[in-house]
């Protein structure tokens, strides 16, 4: 072993990479949603052994956009009064003397162990349920969306690098997964519990509206427990590499009657998703820092 997490207090039940490969995220039933610097984790090692005190500092009480759905009224509670909780540098949840701590052992094989503890995490965003559903944006990976459990009931989506808040989509069902498109700007999601019961198990929202823009009704009862989407993989033979299979569009959901079922939930039409402005719920200034420039006037 060469690394550890040990900031959550119990369950881990999400874990998540971003595309790039510079990010992790992991969700755990303490209703906790952690981002980390994989550099942090398992990078270059730092001038000090013991510990490394971060600096950074951002607004807590980032701003939240919210969007009220056909699946659910909206939910602006403030989830038992805690507030979103950023890592370095911010408010803490436990005592002053909890400092931002890397530490690094050795093992019996003389390997260097790191393991982070609390405040090692970039940002930490306080959920009303366990976090189970993680997804970084494929075509903007400061991006990530999360889903709660059964006492939270929305989807949430957050900007890595400064913490941000930018939307929440109530779905009144527990957010078992999330998937993006990688054709288009929208997210798929597959529930769970419903509280109040809907037949909705597998809904796509665009992106950054938040609209809804199709929804699979299921029979009464059924539950989509976890959903990975269908590979994108190039023929070898006969047809062509450049063609696209139509279930390359479907979502492969685990059922709760023990079967796996398939459903095509981005059909075979191009459109242009990636990247530009709005990728960031239209700010502006989350956009700049990303190098997303809009076209216009300059104020002088």
Same mark, same amino acid.
């Given at each position: 072993m060469v690394a550890k997490i040990a900031i959550h207090v119990?369950?881990?039940?999400?874990?998540?990479?971003?595309?790039?490969?510079?990010?992790?995220?992991?969700?755990?039933?303490?209703?906790?949603?952690?981002?980390?610097?994989?550099?942090?984790?398992?990078?270059?090692e730092q001038q000090h052994e013991t510990t490394i005190q971060g600096?950074?500092?951002?607004?807590?009480?980032?701003?939240?956009v919210a969007s009220e759905l056909e699946l659910g009224e909206l939910d602006l509670r403030e989830y038992d009064g805690r507030r979103?909780?950023?890592?370095?540098?911010?408010?803490?949840?436990?005592? #002053?003397?909890?400092?931002? %701590?890397?530490? &690094?052992?050795?093992? *019996?094989?003389?390997?260097?162990?790191?393991?982070?503890?609390?405040?090692?995490?970039?940002?930490?965003?306080?959920?009303?349920?366990a976090v189970k559903a993680i997804a970084f944006c494929p075509w903007t990976p400061s991006l990530v969306a999360t889903g709660g459990g059964s006492k939270d009931k929305c989807i949430h989506f957050f900007h890595t690098t400064s913490g941000a808040a930018l939307a929440t989509i109530a779905v009144s069902a527990q957010v078992t997964s999330l998937?993006?498109?990688?054709?288009?700007?929208?997210?798929?999601?597959?529930?769970?519990?419903?509280?109040?019961?809907?037949?909705?198990?597998?809904?796509?929202?665009?992106?950054?509206?938040?609209?809804?823009?199709? #929804?699979?009704?299921?029979? %009464?009862?059924? &539950?989509?427990?976890? *959903?990975?989407?269908?590979?994108?993989?190039?023929?070898?033979?006969?047809?062509?590499s450049t063609d696209r299979l139509v279930h390359q569009g479907c979502l492969v959901v685990a059922a709760s009657d023990n079967s796996?079922?398939?459903?095509?939930?981005?059909?075979?039409?191009?459109?242009?998703?990636t990247g530009g402005p709005g990728t960031l719920a239209g700010s502006d200034i989350l956009e700049s820092l990303e190098g997303i420039d809009k076209e216009g006037g300059v104020i002088r």
């Open positions: 119990q369950q881990i039940c999400g874990l998540a990479w971003s595309t790039d490969g510079m990010s992790l995220a992991s969700g755990g039933n303490d209703d906790l949603c952690c981002i980390f610097d994989a550099n942090d984790i398992l990078g270059v600096t950074d500092t951002v607004d807590p009480a980032a701003p939240r979103v909780h950023h890592g370095r540098g911010s408010e803490m949840r436990t005592s #002053a003397t909890d400092a931002t %701590q890397i530490h &690094r052992t050795r093992n *019996a094989h003389s390997f260097s162990l790191r393991t982070l503890t609390l405040g090692s995490e970039r940002h930490c965003w306080i959920h009303g349920a998937i993006w498109s990688t054709t288009r700007r929208e997210i798929a999601a597959t529930f769970g519990y419903a509280q109040p019961e809907h037949p909705w198990r597998i809904a796509v929202f665009s992106w950054p509206d938040c609209r809804q823009v199709a #929804a699979i009704p299921w029979n %009464q009862g059924l &539950r989509a427990l976890y *959903a990975v989407p269908y590979p994108s993989v190039p023929w070898v033979g006969e047809p062509s796996v079922k398939f459903h095509e939930v981005w059909p075979d039409e191009k459109k242009s998703t």
